[in-house]
């Protein structure tokens, strides 16, 4: 049950810690509070979740756990998508 917890708790924190790094706040993280250290955190928790839930679970069982797919697909859409959301919500572009 500690495990589920784990993969939940750092799937959904990439999200906040990559945005917090894309738009240069300086949130405390596990590397400290520059953008960069951001980023590195949010790729840790990333890592951190799938390769907890591939102890547990197996990648192969991926598609059962939707929760997990939806929130991974968010952080994916914010990777690829960021320059898109970023040049329509600027009001100085």
Do not use: Q
């Amino acid at each position: 049950m500690l495990i589920d917890f784990l993969i939940g708790f750092g799937a959904v924190n990439t999200l906040p810690h990559f945005l917090f790094g894309r738009l240069n706040i300086g949130i405390l993280s596990l590397f400290g509070f520059s953008a960069k250290g951001n980023y590195c955190y949010a790729a840790f928790c990333l890592a951190m979740s799938l390769g907890l839930f591939s102890y547990k679970y197996g990648f192969s069982t991926i598609g059962e756990h939707m929760m997990l797919v939806g929130v991974l697909w968010v952080v994916f859409a914010y990777l690829v998508l960021w320059d898109f959301i970023n040049r329509r919500l600027r009001k100085d572009a």
